[in-house]
């Protein structure tokens, strides 16, 4: 196959998925994973895709965000494996925050019913698992609702978490990395997820390794603010060692 063609698969790949792995798509070419990362070079010259850690994103798609159906299918087995782990985080008493996300939800559907929590949560499908958890105090932050996540932003739930303080906090994310930090491209659930960051004593973030290297438009939180991430033993050893570097403790599930 010339090179032309393998590029012109992979705008087509792009264009249907909105991303390209490099790992997955040199697997299925037959070719080194150095000649694909060649190819997202010369398509992103192109202006067709923007090269992020481990692939490259649809650049006609840098604003897109999935809904939590179609995230929740997405690397369905690592986010199980990823909310398993977090469970040994979450103390035996006390609070704890769930931030809205497809992870965060898996983690909220195995918290054990017999423990004293107080749960803090902008997530509605978290919500509706937790209500009926006999020893759990269920706080739902209120605010708009976005349709997207499923979860309240604005200043409702802005004004809560400014007189609050939790134990430990589990947060999602759309993109993280030891350059950006952790990332979603909207600025309103950014705002409520960053207010979250500051009510929290400890904070672990629940993130697949896919996400690592995708920055997004918005910022909540920096590296240096996260004390535990928990992701998949899919992220490679350069991205295990910049987080390293970070000084951030590391669980690989």
């Known amino acids: 196959m010339y090179g032309a063609e393998r590029q012109q698969l992979l705008a087509q790949q792009a264009r249907t998925d909105g991303r390209i792995d490099v790992t997955a798509a040199s697997e299925a070419l037959g070719v ?4 694909i990362r060649r190819d997202l070079g010369a ?19 840098l604003d897109f965000e999935p809904e939590v159906n179609q995230r929740d299918q997405t690397r369905s087995e690592e986010k199980d494996r990823i909310a398993r782990a977090a469970l040994d985080l979450v103390p035996q008493r006390g609070t704890i925050l769930l931030d809205a996300g497809t992870t965060t939800n898996r983690l909220a559907a195995l918290l054990p019913q017999d ?53 430990v906090g589990f947060f999602g994310t759309n993109g993280f990395s030891a ?38 438009f918005a910022r909540f939180a920096t590296l240096d603010e996260i004390d535990v991430v928990v992701t998949d033993n899919g992220l490679d050893e350069q991205a295990v060692g910049e987080l390293g570097e970070a000084e951030i403790e590391l669980v690989l599930a």
């Open 43 to 61: 398509l992103e010259r192109q202006g067709l895709v923007r090269r992020v850690y481990g692939g490259a994103v649809l650049l006609e798609r």
């Open 179 to 216: 350059a950006g930090g952790c990332t979603t491209p909207d600025t309103a659930e950014s705002a409520v997820k960053t207010a979250m960051i500051q009510a929290c004593r400890r904070r672990v973030l629940l993130s697949d390794h896919s996400k690592y290297g995708d920055d997004q």
């Open 32 to 35: 080194a994973p150095e000649t």
């Open 115 to 167: 423990r004293e929590l107080t749960i803090v949560t902008n997530s509605l499908p978290a919500a509706a698992q937790l209500a009926a958890h006999g020893h759990t105090n269920l706080h739902m932050l209120g605010g708009r609702v976005r349709g997207t996540t499923l979860a309240t932003v604005e200043s409702w739930a802005l004004n809560v978490l400014g007189g609050v303080t939790v134990d």
